[in-house]
């Protein structure tokens, strides 16, 4: 599959920010410091989930993965 | 109004389906859920049924709302279930699928722990069969480390409501209670809802469960364990904190997985742990939350296993590194399974949009900010690995152009009923808000929460768009706390199992060898006495037939040394009487 450009990133982040800022302007919708940042949650989803990919791919990934047969002979008979 | 068990008439009618005609079954299996439905929709709140057994008062019958919005997305789900596996020509698994949905029901309307114990036995037995019914090796060997695991976690049932009996001096299954024995209790309640590190039976075993098995594996355990934690532990800060990790831990461990049914399974994990961090919160907007949770969760993950069954049973595989270009073959599955992708996402307009959120509120409403952030992060990793994932590398990604066959009506009857309901209750939140415990007052379309949600998948699906290219899956397994059971089985077995035969066999040996040894040595001690003798001077054997060892002639003892031995005992005698006595 085509890759977007990266370039999409930041202007992604305008677009959610202004959606944020034109529709919640001057409402209080939040108990948190995150409710009142326009375009929180698309941090949120971007960063978020490349951590989540990184973390289980990157770093849990490498320690934990084995062959699929790596229990063969594991069950008694 | 009716004051009957719901569990008696799916359990019943497990009895009465191999009576019948076996094309009649299937049909059959459909009308006990809807009976039980009717007779759940006749309990009064506040009813219930009390039994004098022995010295005790059981309650078999205890209606709630909290119990009877469980009662009804049971009913439902098995329902679904029976309609999904209307092809099933195997009885025993029907019958199990209905006794494990009734004992289920019997859990959640229980208001004693006698009761509870007793249909949490028999759940933990019907739905060990729905595992080995797949008849394979793998299935074997999963479904007895499931029934260990559950044995285990029953005995400990056992030992908690003892406890709290020898304590309280009653088993009424009632509010939070402390002690030892409510710890015991909480450990078992808490090893079938799956709370890590008591999870990874449910990772090993529901994956390995038949095509439809799987769909009420994955409705059943882990909801009465909310239930039940619902029910005695709601409150409990160690429960929100286990429940915050549990929902980012699975969602970290399925992105890693390669098999379908695994990563789902990784997802009821994830799910779960929502719920239960509902329930330690402990408020009434948090079980509320919970509750619905559990079931919209019961729907769209029952969903989610029906799609990745009927890719399973059309083209025999479920990893995803053999899968791939299924799109043009399986469309409607692909559109069935992403009704519950979508769900389970939170997406607006679905169910788990409308259940999640009631949670996420009341953490909000609780100030919890850790646990808002992390449960927002396991939303994003559920659309990571469920919507873009599993769609990607099964429905599209590279055409390794896979025979199939098609799939049963029936299967995508099951599937569609499914995903109406979710999409109904997304639409129409009140139609799952009406049943919850307390009154919901949450209104869940607002702009803000339609903003928040929609840019948290938006951007999370454009991150995976970015790096798809180097996102592979691999033919591994991902390495879990099952490992510190299996791992060390064959050792275990061979110092339980092994080493005590050959203990034993040992020992039978030797008590047989004494026993010939007595009985030749009681039937002709000179003979034996000679051998022994003989062998002990000369290292000659007898087995070897190199000489003669007895000859009567000659190892027989006189007559007259029989005499002067007697004679000998005689002076003894005489002796010890005259000068002891």
């Known amino acids: ?77 | 109004m009716s004051s009957l068990p719901p569990a008696i008439i799916l359990i019943s009618g497990a009895l009465v389906l191999p009576l019948l005609p076996r094309r009649a079954r299937s049909l059959a299996f459909l009308f006990f859920p809807l009976l039980a439905w009717a007779v759940v929709g006749t309990l009064e709140e506040g009813s219930s049924l009390t039994l004098r057994f022995l010295t005790f008062e059981l309650v078999p019958l205890r209606v709630d709302r909290l119990s009877r919005a469980f009662g009804y997305v049971f009913v439902v789900i098995a329902f679904l279930g029976g309609v999904y596996g209307y092809h099933l020509e195997d009885t025993g698994q029907q019958m199990a699928a209905l006794v494990y949905a009734g004992s289920s029901l019997g859990v959640v309307f229980a208001g004693d722990f006698f009761t509870l114990f007793v249909y949490w036995e028999i759940m933990a037995v019907a739905s060990a069969y729905l595992i080995f019914a797949r008849r394979a090796d793998r299935s074997r060997a999963a479904g007895f480390r499931y029934l260990i695991v559950h044995l285990f976690g029953g005995n400990v049932l056992l030992a908690g409501i003892l406890w709290q009996y020898v304590e309280t001096g009653s088993i009424l299954f009632n509010g939070p209670a402390g002690g030892p024995g409510a710890y015991l209790i909480l450990l078992s309640f808490a090893i079938n809802a799956a709370i890590p590190p008591l999870h990874a039976w449910l990772v090993d075993s529901y994956p390995e469960g038949t095509v439809t098995g799987s769909v009420f594996l994955s409705a059943f355990t882990t909801k009465t364990a909310v239930y039940v934690l619902a029910r005695g532990f709601a409150g409990w800060e160690i429960l929100t904190v286990t429940g915050a990790i549990m929902a980012l831990y699975g969602v970290i461990f399925a992105f890693m997985e390669n098999d379908i049914r695994r990563v789902l399974a990784y997802h009821i994990v994830s799910q779960v742990g929502y719920m239960v961090a509902g329930v330690g919160l402990g408020t009434e907007v948090a079980i509320n939350g919970s509750t619905a949770h559990a079931f919209a969760h019961i729907l769209y993950k029952g969903l989610l296993f029906m799609g990745a069954g009927a890719v399973l049973y059309s083209t025999g595989k479920s990893k995803m590194s053999e899968l791939g270009g299924l799109a043009q073959s399986l469309p409607w599955v692909l559109s069935l399974y992403m009704a519950g992708a979508l769900s389970i996402s939170a997406f607006p307009l679905f169910s788990g949009f409308v259940s999640k959120s009631l949670v996420v509120h009341s953490a909000e409403l609780d100030h919890r900010v850790v646990m808002v952030l992390l449960l927002n992060l396991a939303s994003v990793g559920t659309f990571l690995s469920i919507a873009l994932k599993v769609p990607y590398f099964t429905w599209f990604g590279p055409d390794r152009s896979i025979e199939t066959r098609p799939v049963p009506w029936n299967m995508y009857a099951g599937m569609m009923l499914a995903a109406g309901i979710n999409i109904a209750i997304g639409i129409y939140p009140h139609l799952l808000y009406r049943v919850m415990p307390f009154p919901v007052a949450y209104k869940p379309y607002t702009a803000a929460h339609l903003l928040e949600t929609l840019q948290l998948l938006a951007f999370t699906g454009f991150a995976f768009w970015l790096v798809i290219d180097t996102i592979h899956v691999e033919r591994k397994i991902t390495l879990d706390l099952d490992w510190f059971y299996r791992k060390p089985a064959p050792a275990i077995f061979q110092l339980t199992v092994v080493s005590l035969d050959r203990l034993f066999a040992v020992t039978e040996l030797a008590a047989l060898n004494f026993a010939h040894r007595l009985s030749q040595a009681c039937a002709n001690p000179a003979e034996f006495a000679a051998r022994w003798i003989s062998r002990s001077t000369d290292g000659s054997d007898e087995r070897r037939g190199d000489r003669v060892f007895y000859d009567p002639n000659r190892h027989r003892p006189p007559i007259g040394f029989i005499v002067w031995v007697v004679l000998c005992c005689f002076v003894v005698l005489l002796a010890w009487s005259l000068f002891v006595i």
């Open chain 1, 1 to 77: 599959m085509r890759r977007p450009p990266v370039a999409l990133v930041p202007g992604g982040f305008v677009v959610a920010a202004m959606a944020d800022a034109w529709f919640l302007a001057g409402e209080h919708h939040g108990e948190f410091w995150w409710s009142d940042v326009y375009g929180f949650f698309s941090l949120l989803g971007f960063f978020g989930s490349l951590a989540i990919m990184l973390i289980a791919k990157v770093v849990v990934g490498p320690w934990l993965q084995r062959g699929e047969d790596y229990y063969h002979g594991s069950n008694p008979p």
